[in-house]
């Protein structure tokens, strides 16, 4: 949950370095962005469910951060981190994006953070590593202007640390435009499918469990998990969108769906998840 709205600050932030308030000079390369290496550095504060399928909602803080180097972008999103290994063009451009990713899954890693009685019964997981890679095709220069950007991925990782041997696929639809030269708002949509190990690892209830936690015995197998919407915006406080101190805040709304939605621990909690945060970025 934390990395959802952690890429969702990304999300925003990532074309306002991209663009400049004017066009390349003459003799810049089309290949070659003029800005060279750059980075953008945020922490929000978030309000986010306990666990996937939590009615029940905590603080914590969201760190995020993006940047280029010798052309190479990279995007640290709370616990997530991804590498563009194909250099970007400047300006009005199609983009082609592929690289590895890797997320640290910390869902009910803890239940002392659970405040939901029952689930907190449930046996604790240990904190997964998924590692896979992703690709994608955007567009600078869409619909507003030659600063616009339209972008669809699809990312697949997998846990290599033996907590739910499975699989997530997941595609994301993004559109970001500069508002001025000192804001920027930003909207999504993502999916996500997982594997059957997913499900039994943290929708499913045991006997031993149910015994222990009074939730029926319960098998989530795989399929589709949840969609999600989200709109994030960005305002300079000092100089502009190219550099200076950001206020980044936004919004994201998460619909578990079938096994996911059906199972005992989201019906003690919901199927309706809110995230939403505050925070500020500055980039240089």
């Not at 996937?52 to 993006?66: K, M, N, Q």
């Not at 009005?92 to 907190?120: H, L």
């Not at 222990?212 to 319960?218: D, N």
Request: hydrophobic share 40%.
């Amino acid at each position: 949950m934390r990395s959802l709205f952690a890429a969702a600050l990304c999300l925003v932030a990532t074309p306002a370095l991209a663009q400049e308030a004017a066009p390349a000079p003459a003799d810049t390369p089309p290949s070659t962005d003029p800005r060279g290496d750059f980075a953008i550095v945020g922490v929000g504060v978030g309000i986010l469910p306990d666990y996937e399928g939590s009615g029940d909602y905590s603080v914590s803080p969201v760190p995020a951060a993006i940047g280029q180097l010798a052309g190479y972008r990279f995007t640290l999103a709370g616990n997530r981190l991804s590498v563009d290994l194909i250099k970007d063009g400047y300006g009005p451009t199609w983009d082609i994006q592929a690289g590895p990713i890797g997320v640290i899954n910390f869902n009910r890693s803890s239940n002392d953070a659970i405040d939901n009685p029952q689930v907190a019964l449930l046996d604790e997981r240990s904190t997964a590593i998924e590692l896979g890679g992703y690709v994608g095709i955007g567009k600078t220069g869409v619909l507003t202007s030659d600063y616009d950007r339209l972008s669809a991925t699809i990312s697949y990782r997998y846990d290599v640390s033996g907590v739910h041997d499975s699989g997530i696929l997941a595609p994301t639809v993004t559109y970001t435009t500069p508002l001025s030269t000192k804001a920027l708002a930003g909207i999504f949509a993502s999916a996500e499918f997982v594997e059957r190990g997913y499900g039994r690892a943290y929708f499913s209830v045991t006997p031993t469990e149910s015994a222990r936690s009074g939730l029926p015995i319960y098998t989530a197998g795989g399929g589709f998990k949840n969609w999600a919407l989200g709109a994030v915006a960005m305002r300079s406080l000092t100089g502009d969108l190219t550099g200076g101190l950001q206020l980044v805040g936004g919004v994201v709304y998460r619909k578990l769906s079938g096994d996911f939605a059906d199972s005992p621990i989201t019906r003690v909690g919901s199927a309706n998840q809110w995230i939403g945060a505050v925070g500020l970025a500055y980039s240089f």
